[in-house]
């Protein structure tokens, strides 16, 4: 497998493979990944839009992930920013990288490929810091969560709710750059 940059055209011009690799990776119906392919597509024309993916030897989509520059006006900054003091607002959305989506589908799943996307989206990001949101899940157990906190992101919220959902989320920051580990 290999890992590549992406520019909004490459996503958009693989969007249905991106969807595909959601759903899988999200376990949801294929009937509601018709609204969420009209999200991905705007979401390409967001200021500071980076995205990478994951391709297997014969060029199938194993993973992507992407993320914007994080502004008011954007549904999830709003909804975040209306839960966070004065002081969190300031510290957490004022130079923001948003992690929009960060997806590997559940056959490649556990080798890496998380890790790396995640480096590599995190290394492209401006800012000086970084969020994304995650469905809370024990600690533990849950491959995302190990990776967020391998990457030594915090929290800023815990059982979030965003209308329209009734899962309880958790928002992760860390400040950016991300440092390469040592022996890499």
């Not at 597509?41 to 030897?57: C, D, K, M, P, Q």
């Amino acid at each position: 497998m290999r890992l590549v940059p992406w520019k909004p055209d490459d996503l958009a011009r693989r969007l249905d493979d991106v969807v595909a690799v959601y759903g899988e990776a999200m376990g949801y119906r294929p009937e509601l990944m018709e609204a969420r392919r009209g999200i991905i597509a705007t979401h390409v024309r967001r200021s500071g839009f980076r995205a990478v993916a994951t391709l297997t030897t014969d060029g199938h989509l194993a993973g992507f992930g992407y993320g914007y520059v994080s502004g008011a006006g954007q549904w999830w900054h709003d909804q975040v920013r209306s839960a966070l003091s004065e002081e969190h607002r300031k510290r957490w959305l004022t130079d923001c990288f948003e992690v929009v989506e960060l997806h590997v589908r559940p056959a490649a799943q556990g080798h890496g490929v998380g890790a790396r996307q995640l480096r590599a989206l995190l290394g492209m990001a401006p800012g000086a810091t970084t969020l994304l949101s995650t469905p809370e899940a024990d600690e533990q157990k849950s491959r995302a969560w190990r990776l967020y906190r391998s990457f030594e992101f915090v929290d800023v919220l815990r059982d979030f709710r965003f209308p329209g959902d009734e899962r309880a989320f958790a928002v992760l920051g860390r400040d950016l750059p991300v440092r390469a580990p040592s022996g890499e």
